[in-house]
């Protein structure tokens, strides 16, 4: 990408050249660094104390970037220990709750009420005949579907649909957040802001 900035830069004129350096916080680090280089070529840089506080503006720009994680960094803590810890707790918090609540579905659940008709329609062969006349085997199979999914959602089949969905999100969040913190522990630390070093 800075050579990119680097082969566009030569095209410009002086003033907008200019506009990099007077303005470095309005544009990418690469293209001021690029803008700055090619001042210098022309012989128009600007002076060494204004070279310095460039460079430690953008420097300063970068490190708060990196001491403003993203919300979940900042819930997964600043050093590897607590992150570690953490997941943990949370993803044993996730369980507790998901299997606590479906054990109280489970335990408290009423029998399923019996239908008014004394039968189920979808038990008789006229019933799905019927359905496949008007629909097609799609209609028949959509029904079926639509039975089975709302079956999910009441009496102990709701117990189980919240323990496998407790066991699917704690596995999600754990593969999650293990990742990201195995990012964050390799990333490298935010740039010092007391030490802004050379331009290019």
Same mark, same amino acid.
């Given at each position: 990408?800075?050579?990119s900035?680097?082969?566009?830069m030569p095209?410009l004129?002086?003033a907008?050249?200019?506009?990099y350096?007077?303005r470095?916080?309005e544009?990418? /680090?690469e293209? *001021?660094?690029?803008?700055l +280089?090619e001042? &210098?070529?022309?012989? %128009? !840089?600007?002076?060494d104390?204004t070279?310095?506080e460039i460079?430690?503006?953008?420097l300063?720009?970068e490190?708060?970037?990196?001491?403003?994680p993203?919300?979940?960094?900042g819930?997964?803590?600043?050093?590897?220990?607590?992150?570690r810890?953490?997941?943990r707790r949370?993803?044993?918090a996730i369980l507790?709750?998901?299997?606590?609540? /479906?054990?109280f *579905?489970y335990?408290t659940? +009423?029998?399923? &009420?019996?239908?008014? %008709? !004394?039968?189920?329609?979808?038990?008789?062969?006229k019933?799905?005949?019927?359905?496949?006349i008007?629909g097609g085997?799609?209609?028949?199979l959509?029904t079926?579907?639509?039975r089975?999914f709302?079956g999910l959602?009441?009496?102990?089949?709701?117990?189980y649909t919240?323990?496998?969905?407790t066991a699917?999100?704690a596995?999600a969040?754990?593969?999650?957040?293990?990742?990201?913190?195995?990012?964050?522990?390799a990333?490298?630390?935010?740039?010092?802001?007391m030490e802004?070093?050379?331009?290019p």
């Amino acid at each position: 990408m800075t050579d990119s900035f680097r082969d566009r830069m030569p095209a410009l004129p002086d003033a907008d050249l200019q506009r990099y350096a007077a303005r470095p916080l309005e544009y990418r /680090a690469e293209a *001021v660094e690029a803008a700055l +280089a090619e001042l &210098a070529r022309r012989g %128009l !840089g600007p002076s060494d104390e204004t070279l310095a506080e460039i460079r430690r503006s953008l420097l300063a720009r970068e490190a708060d970037l990196h001491l403003a994680p993203a919300w979940y960094d900042g819930l997964l803590g600043h050093d590897p220990a607590t992150r570690r810890t953490r997941i943990r707790r949370m993803t044993l918090a996730i369980l507790a709750v998901g299997f606590g609540a /479906a054990a109280f *579905v489970y335990l408290t659940a +009423a029998p399923a &009420a019996g239908n008014p %008709l !004394g039968y189920d329609p979808m038990d008789t062969k006229k019933y799905l005949r019927d359905l496949e006349i008007y629909g097609g085997k799609v209609n028949v199979l959509a029904t079926e579907f639509m039975r089975w999914f709302d079956g999910l959602w009441h009496g102990r089949s709701l117990a189980y649909t919240l323990a496998w969905l407790t066991a699917f999100t704690a596995t999600a969040f754990g593969w999650i957040t293990r990742r990201r913190a195995a990012e964050l522990d390799a990333a490298p630390p935010p740039p010092s802001r007391m030490e802004p070093g050379p331009l290019p």
